[in-house]
């Protein structure tokens, strides 16, 4: 008996050594571990559906393909390949697809509304490839419209302001929707008032410059964020202005101003007023500056109907060069000869230039009573968006992509009857100075 408890309590102890050598082992050193196998790289490449060209709106006749493999070339099965749309604001079908047992992925891809090139990137792990595809013309967009000022009242610009919600220049006022759904709102000043504002823009500084043409003469007002409103300039030397029409509004926080019956866009110092000659040019009317702001663009419209004695020339989109000293350098010619009247433009983010004609010389007889909004891309396509016709609607003025709270993708388009339209192209405006 006592010989048997001398063997077991060796047994004990002899596993309590095993388990202490265990458990040691397992405290050791992390450099003792066999560090994990890396992962294998995931690579992508097209398989199809590149360059295709659709119509806005609608899906594209071919499937985007993508392929997921590795080092080795072998497709790799079960990755998760996404999809995400960089340009254009259409829609792919799902957000993601897995690859099957050949390392394919595939997904289906509605463009845009805007008459702009599209683009997609599949990407998975560290890999990625961009599909690019051309948005011809399709069905035209349906215009919402959002507020309507009283009957009968003829409207010209807009604007946006960041905390502060749009800008409407109206007959003897400026009103103000805060937000959407929000009532107008008639901007109280003090100093000056408003007659009849055509062009309206803000600076960088807050302050609202406004194209004044009220019979008691023309200028360009400044109205502060406070509501102090005063003549910044009343014209050029010893002439006051001749149709103060459109502005826009440099980073340096000089104001552009183009004067449609001087033939002449004119340059304004925000501190002093002093105002300079820009540059020659018949029939000035709508001014934008490019993201980087080396050019200015130029909507022009044929002054014959609002200026006497006039050349009579056709209304036509152009840039010009903008010099380190903010001196005009070359003038180039985008759209020429197009219509009877060119009004407001804006940029997208992504480089596209929506710009308004009415009465199109070039398409005569059937579309000289339509107005519309169409848009200039950066390689150079001119396409039509939308057009509303003249005597059944509405004549659109001027445009400006909404600043939240209102909708950013959406372009705003004010009508002369006072109508103010909406219509989400699904890309963003440039972003305010």
Known sequence: MKSSTRVCLHCLCVMFGVLVGLVAAGCGDDKDEVPPSPASPVFVEKVSG?????????????SIVVRAYDDEGAGIEGTTV???????????????????SDGMASVRWTLGIAPVQNRLRASAGDDAV???????????????LVFEGPAGIPSEDLAFEQGRGLFLGS?????NITAPGSSAVELQLTGEGVESPAGIAFGSSGDLYICENGESGTSVKRVTASGRSEILSGGFGSQPFALPNHMAVHSSGEIYVSSTCDQMIYRISPTTGETTEFLSI???NGLAFD?????????????????????????GLHRVSIGPGGEA??????????????????????????????????????????????VYTPDGRFEELFTVDILQGDIITNIAFGVEPFDPESLYCYGFTGRLYRVNVGIRGKPLP
């Open 82 to 100: 996404a999809f995400t749309i960089t340009g254009g604001g259409g829609t792919v079908s799902g957000p993601s697809a897995v690859t099957d």
């Open 50 to 62: 590149d360059e295709q060209i659709g119509e806005t709106g609608r899906e594209l006749p071919e």
């Open 329 to 374: 350098g070359d003038l180039e010619t985008l759209v020429d000869e197009f219509s009877l009247a060119g009004d407001g433009l804006a940029f997208d983010e992504e480089g596209n230039l929506y710009v308004v004609f009415s009465a199109y010389i070039e398409l005569l007889p059937t579309r000289l009573l339509d107005s519309s909004v169409f």
């Open 171 to 175: 007959p003897g006022a400026i009103l």
């Open 130 to 144: 961009d599909f690019a595809a051309w948005a011809n013309p399709g069905e035209r967009p349906a215009l919402e």
């Open 282 to 284: 018949p029939g000035p």
């Open 291 to 315: 993201a980087e702001e080396a050019y200015l663009y130029i909507l022009t419209e044929n002054p014959a109907f609002f200026c006497i004695p006039s050349p009579s020339v056709w209304g």
